[in-house]
């Protein structure tokens, strides 16, 4: 059974820059969440989705968005990207967004110079 | 809100030393309860789990006891390895109108041969 697959691995961008991350999870699990890490902020929420509504949102800023795909994979953006904007992406899923807590994607790194 | 406090690491043992690595939240309810473990360069992976008081999780030798009255999920191993050094993390889920999981700052565990 494959795990939560995100794309790319890696990532550089320039200040400015807009990227799309990309996350395929888990056959069959309907809820897809986000989470930015960084050395500083640790592991933060940024969203959730299921069935392709947005359930729950962090407190990023709307530089910030996502969504999801009527197959369950989902996408986030950033635009106008900071410095700060460096970190680890993280895509997770779950069946229903359970409380039985998630699978966990091998992230993005994002790194913006 | 709710939070999740860990203690701070780094954590260093010898091999086949006994490990406690501490962790108590904050929440109204009665959330579920989990630890993650996040190994170099990659995503984190679920260890453990508990949805209740007095409830139990183990996996791989670890052990975390769910208690209310001290609402704290400690983890233990009687016996750690070297393929054991990674960073732990605790984390809780209410299962109310939000299914976000929110972490503590990571407890980095170094085991020397």
Known sequence: KAGVTQTPRYLIKT???QVTLSCSPISGHRSVSWYQQTPGQGLQFLFEYFSETQRNKGNFPGR????????????????TLELGDSALYLCASSLAGTVDGYTFGSGTRLTVV | GDSVTQMEGPVTLSEEAFLT??????????????????????GLQLLLKATK?????SNKGFEATYRKETTSFHLEKGSVQV??????????QRGDSSYKLIFGSGTRLLVRP
């Open chain 2, 53 to 57: 008081a007095d409830d139990k999780g």
């Open chain 2, 83 to 92: 393929s054991d050094s990674a960073v732990y993390f605790c984390a809780l």
């Open chain 1, 64 to 79: 910030f968005s996502g969504r999801q795909f009527s197959n369950s994979r989902s996408e986030m953006n950033v635009s």
């Open chain 1, 15 to 17: 200040r400015g820059q």
């Open chain 2, 21 to 42: 690595i501490n962790c108590t939240y904050t929440a109204t309810g009665y959330p579920s309860l989990f630890w993650y473990v996040q190994y170099p360069g990659e």
